[in-house]
């Protein structure tokens, strides 16, 4: 195939896709591939919802687009209030943009003109986790942890950035220590950080509520997240939450810290939340935030052409109408359960497979040499990339990932199918996922 396109590597050229249906897509040659992934955990509903679709060409028919410089529109006023009405205890406000990088870089300015604004200047350091992945603009590349995507853009990344270790207990828990007692360490790391920095200097911390691409589906344990609270509570620094992959219902509710029972001061929403229909991401905020800026400044040294898009905004709206309609998230949940239930039943005796992990619809499986050391592959062996080929062979689309352990070590796959998947599709994910990695395993010599 020639052409144009500069697309995402170039020497691999993919399938021309050319329709979709429910939990299926379909390219050129009539092939056709089971979403198991939702594209990387943005297809929410499928790829054929009708009342969303009919959302978006409707509000095409009424206006496209006006700058949010000179208008507002009602499709991004309904959706606000809508977000607002769903989100944790304390969030009252909505900043619309057009994807998950742009709603995490609008998180950062906004914690540094939030302390500006309220007479602490001094507070711009910010502080995330190892293992994390919040975006691939610099700022948001330079708060995550992907040691892999950060690397060759290491220059050019600001040094007010500083990272932690990320909560994996199957990896970092000690041989006897509970999953509380492990929690509790790593979440007093960030104390540890703060005061390293200098409490004074530190605005905020940034976390994934449940880790997506960049580990598989990795939740904290129990009483993790309330620590992490504590901590920010007593040191006056904004707790963010990146839920751009996980949120939006993808782990069985609307946002994902909804089961850690907490409220964050700060979360980013994207992917599922447009479904793929349309490009929109969010930024929500505290009711004490806003106020900061409304009886100050009045003005976020912020935007975006395209932020509060009319028809990104409706596309959304009837996205959240849908699964709250067609009560999607229990289908998240009982097809979550099911999913875990067979991954472990097909793949739990497989001697290189370390751990199977997951909340809701979102399931990782990580890949090792060896169960009891969990040595990881040689990365040269790039057994993720052999099985996304074996899987895409077998038509299903996966999403797997290397550099699971540290940025270089370790390969794993995230499973995020469409939030309406059956029983039946579960079975046949699993089954043509199966024989893509025995596959691949067979290939680097562990058949």
């Known amino acids: 195939m020639s052409g144009h396109i500069f697309g995402r590597h170039t020497k691999v050229q993919p399938p021309m896709v050319v329709a979709g249906d429910e939990v299926w897509l379909t390219d050129k040659n009539g092939k056709r591939y089971l979403d198991a992934c939702g594209g990387a955990a943005v297809s929410a509903l499928g790829h054929s919802n009708q009342k969303v679709l009919e959302a978006a060409k409707g509000q095409l028919d009424a206006i496209a687009f006006a700058h949010t410089g000179f208008f507002t529109s009602e499709p991004a006023e309904q959706l606000a209030d809508k977000l607002v009405f769903l989100a944790p205890e304390g969030i009252e406000r909505v900043y619309l943009v057009s994807g998950g990088s742009e709603a995490v870089e609008a998180a950062i300015k906004l914690a540094r003109q939030y302390f500006i604004e309220i007479g602490q200047p001094e507070r711009s350091q910010i502080i995330s986790r190892w293992q994390s992945y919040h975006g691939n603009t610099l700022g948001a590349l330079a708060t995550g942890g992907n040691k892999w995507r950060r690397a060759q853009y290491e220059p050019l990344l600001a040094d007010a950035m500083h990272h932690i270790e990320p909560c994996h207990f199957w990896r970092g828990g000690e041989p006897d220590e509970s999953e509380f007692d492990y929690g509790q360490r790593m979440a007093n790391q960030l104390e540890e950080k703060i005061l390293e920095l200098g409490a004074e200097n530190v605005a905020a911390f940034f976390a994934e509520t449940v880790v997506g691409a960049t580990m598989g589906a990795v939740a904290a344990v129990p009483g993790y997240f309330k620590r992490i609270r504590e901590i920010c509570d007593k040191y006056g620094v904004l707790l963010i939450l990146d839920e751009v992959m996980c949120g939006?219902?993808?782990?069985?509710?609307?946002?994902?810290?909804?089961?850690?029972?907490?409220?964050?001061?700060?979360?980013?929403?994207?992917?599922?939340?447009?479904?793929?229909?349309q490009p929109i991401g969010a930024m929500l905020c505290s009711g004490k935030i806003y106020e900061a800026i409304e009886t100050g400044s009045g003005f976020f040294q912020n935007g975006h052409t395209y932020m509060g898009h009319p028809v990104a905004a409706a596309t959304a709206l009837a996205v959240v109408k849908e699964i709250e309609e067609r009560n999607l998230l229990t289908n998240v949940v009982s097809m979550g359960d099911y999913l875990l239930d067979r991954l472990n039943a097909s793949f739990g005796q497989n001697p290189f497979v370390g751990d199977i992990r997951g909340r809701g619809l979102f399931a990782g499986i990580e890949f090792v040499v060896d169960k009891e050391t969990k040595q990881a592959f040689e990365p040269g062996?790039?057994?993720?990339?052999?099985?996304?080929?074996?899987?895409?062979?077998?038509?299903?689309?996966?999403?797997?990932?290397?550099?699971?352990?540290?940025?270089?070590?370790?390969?794993?796959?995230?499973?995020?199918?469409?939030?309406?998947?059956?029983?039946?599709?579960?079975?046949?994910?699993?089954?043509?996922?199966?024989?893509?990695?025995?596959?691949?395993?067979?290939?680097v010599g562990c058949a």
């Open 248 to 277: 939006a219902g993808r782990t069985g509710t609307f946002f994902a810290s909804e089961q850690e029972d907490i409220s964050p001061d700060m979360v980013c929403l994207a992917k599922g939340l447009g479904a793929g229909i």
């Open 381 to 443: 062996l790039k057994l993720n990339t052999i099985i996304k080929r074996k899987a895409m062979d077998e038509g299903l689309m996966c999403y797997p990932f290397g550099g699971t352990v540290d940025g270089k070590n370790g390969d794993h796959v995230l499973l995020a199918p469409p939030y309406i998947v059956t029983r039946d599709d579960v079975e046949m994910i699993v089954r043509r996922l199966e024989v893509a990695t025995n596959k691949a395993l067979a290939e």
